[in-house]
């Protein structure tokens, strides 16, 4: 069968079906499916029910694996496949605390952050339990060109966890803390394929500005934030069991969402991409 694309918002994410991920597939196919990555950012496959090799499998369709960074959530017989469990999760006032809320980019704080993240869905609750999406480089494109001239010269310093972080990240000890590197990141990045420029946004773990002071430079931060997460860019999937999704981390935010019975279990494989240093958007 052929493959099938169907479009899912007006500039990006697209639902592929008629493959099946778990068969061998043959290089022009592998070929088709990153040059689809590369396009529309989020590429969204229903009914596949992968299991930890054959997401393995499926992940190295779009390139190298990459090591999950918090190693207390992998699988120990599949130490490049991490898990989000509800079961890991706090409940604070009836709500759980979950792991990526706030929209972000993976690893921003990583020389080479990973190129994509994919999910793999196990067990979803009745209702809620959605990651959206924005396209950041459509957002970048509607700035006006003053705007876009300004940004585009300017990097920010990228950490752990940002002393203005809107949300709390996992608790590390000052051992793991210091393995964990620290990066001057570009605010507007040239997609390595397609040669776009996008908003390189991360406010958990964005310090400032280089060369502004504290609050003019969070303030621009949270400027451009507000207006890349408005919802004339956002897609936000309902997962399905058997969903496999994968998304490239330099053309689109992610967040998760808590807004599901803490009583019911969520549970999803995650792997990541090996990426390369990101480059400046410069004329």
Same mark, same amino acid.
């Given at each position: 069968?052929?493959?099938? @694309?169907? *479009? @899912? ?15 061998? $597939? !043959? ?52 130490? $490049? ?13 009836? =709500? ?6 706030? &929209? ?5 704080? /990583?020389?080479?952050?990973? =190129? ?9 609750p009745s209702s809620g339990g959605d990651t959206q999406f924005v396209d950041v480089r459509q957002s970048f494109d509607d ?18 966890? /940002? ?7 996992? =608790?590390?000890?000052? +051992?793991?803390?210091? =393995?964990? *590197? ?9 997609? *390595?394929?397609?040669?776009? *420029?996008?908003? &390189? ?23 451009? &934030? ?14 399905? +069991? ?15 969402n808590a807004d599901y019975n803490p009583e019911e279990f969520r549970y999803l494989y995650r792997i990541m991409l090996e990426? !390369? ?7």
């Amino acid at each position: 069968m052929a493959i099938q @694309i169907s *479009p @899912i918002t007006p500039t990006f994410g697209v639902k592929i079906t008629g493959i099946d991920l778990k068969n061998d $597939l !043959d290089e022009s196919t592998h070929k088709q499916l990153k040059a689809l990555l590369s396009q529309y950012a989020v590429l969204v496959f229903p009914n596949q029910f992968l299991g930890p090799a054959e997401l393995i499998q499926a992940g190295e369709i779009f390139g190298p694996l990459m090591p999950q960074q918090l190693q207390k959530y992998i699988l120990p017989d599949f130490p $490049l496949v991490g898990y989000n469990s509800t079961k890991d999760l706090p409940v604070k006032n009836g =709500k759980l605390q979950v792991r990526g809320e706030n &929209y972000h980019t993976d690893h921003s704080n /990583s020389v080479c952050p990973p =190129k994509a993240t994919a999910l793999s869905a196990v067990k979803i609750p009745s209702s809620g339990g959605d990651t959206q999406f924005v396209d950041v480089r459509q957002s970048f494109d509607d700035l006006s060109p003053k705007l876009q001239e300004k940004i585009i010269y300017l990097r920010s310093l990228h950490v752990h966890e /940002s002393t203005r972080s809107p949300r709390t990240f996992t =608790k590390l000890s000052e +051992e793991d803390l210091a =393995k964990i *590197p620290n990066v001057t990141q570009p605010l507007v990045i040239r997609h *390595p394929d397609s040669g776009r *420029p996008a908003l &390189y946004l991360n406010t958990g773990r964005m310090e400032g500005i280089e060369g502004m002071n504290a609050d003019e430079g969070f303030n621009l931060i949270n400027s451009l &934030y507000e207006h890349a997460i408005r919802n004339k860019y956002e897609y936000r999937h309902r997962w399905a +069991e058997g969903d496999f999704v994968i998304w490239d981390n330099r053309s689109v935010m992610h967040q998760a969402n808590a807004d599901y019975n803490p009583e019911e279990f969520r549970y999803l494989y995650r792997i990541m991409l090996e990426g !390369d240093a990101l480059s400046a958007f410069l004329p």
